[in-house]
């Protein structure tokens, strides 16, 4: 398996790790508005994990509504240009079917130390679903992705917010981290045949390290053209 990083200072890494499969036969016009969705979710994921974790500074953020939630959102003009630039090409490769995690490592300043491991798993419906982490996540037709859940469950609204809800609610029981003595890295899991920017650059996923580590997964989402799986992986005694 190939894997690339690349360090963007002073904003935290850039990284791809390969490994993927391809959803070319999907609906184009489905797959758009599925990957759309599904680029904000990982926004607005990142931006709560970085401000629940202390990683920014609170004032780094400001309130936004979304999914019906309040929410937070940087406008810090460094970390919302970093936060956007990793999208615009995990959204390219999502779209193309090139792109099966997304991973955001937490990073302690002194060691380098993996201290939490959150992992966004792209799967399409006829993929075999797999744990995580470290494993792949699981999976309408039309213009968009359907308004009811491909069952006629849920809305996709509603299985998000069901989502970040849990996020929210993760610092409940996740190890408290001092504020502003960690950084974070991004990985994105790609096939071996995706076009890598020269931005990014090989790198391994090293996980969370040592004895005491937990793993949680989270509810997911289906849009009908992909299902979304979350989890975090992290060390009771990581502090």
């Known amino acids: ?8 200072s002073p904003a935290p890494s850039a990284l791809r ?6 959803n070319a036969d999907a609906p184009l016009a489905t797959l758009k508005g599925s990957t759309r969705l599904i680029t904000e979710f990982f926004e607005y994921s990142i931006n709560a994990i ?15 509504r979304k999914y019906g939630l309040p929410l937070l959102r940087t406008h810090d003009p460094e970390l919302a240009a970093y936060i956007r630039a990793v999208l615009v090409q995990v959204h390219r490769w999502v779209l193309g079917g090139k792109c099966s995690r997304l991973v955001l490592c937490v990073v302690a300043r002194d060691d380098g130390a993996v ?8 799967a399409r419906p006829e993929a075999e679903p797999q744990p995580s982490p470290p494993g792949e996540g699981t999976g309408g037709a039309g213009g968009v992705p ?9 809305s996709v609204q509603q299985q998000i917010r069901a989502v970040m809800r849990q996020i929210t609610a993760s610092v409940t029981f996740l190890p408290e981290l001092p504020p502003g003595a960690h950084t974070f890295t991004v990985l ?8 890598v920017p020269l931005e990014w ?4 996923d090293p996980g969370v390290q040592g004895p005491g580590a937990e793993a949680v997964q989270f ?21």
């Open 1 to 8: 398996m190939n894997t690339q990083s690349h360090s963007h």
């Open 17 to 22: 790790a390969s490994g993927g499969t391809s």
């Open 50 to 64: 970085l401000y629940q974790r202390g990683v920014y500074p609170p004032e780094d953020f400001a309130p936004v």
């Open 115 to 122: 201290r939490e491991r959150w992992a966004f798993d792209v």
């Open 146 to 154: 359907p308004a009811e859940g491909p069952s006629g469950g849920p």
């Open 188 to 195: 994105a899991y790609t096939d071996a045949h995706a076009a």
């Open 201 to 204: 650059g090989d790198a391994a």
């Open 219 to 239: 509810r997911s989402f289906a849009t009908g053209a992909h299902t979304v799986g979350v989890g975090v992986q992290y060390r009771e005694d990581s502090v």
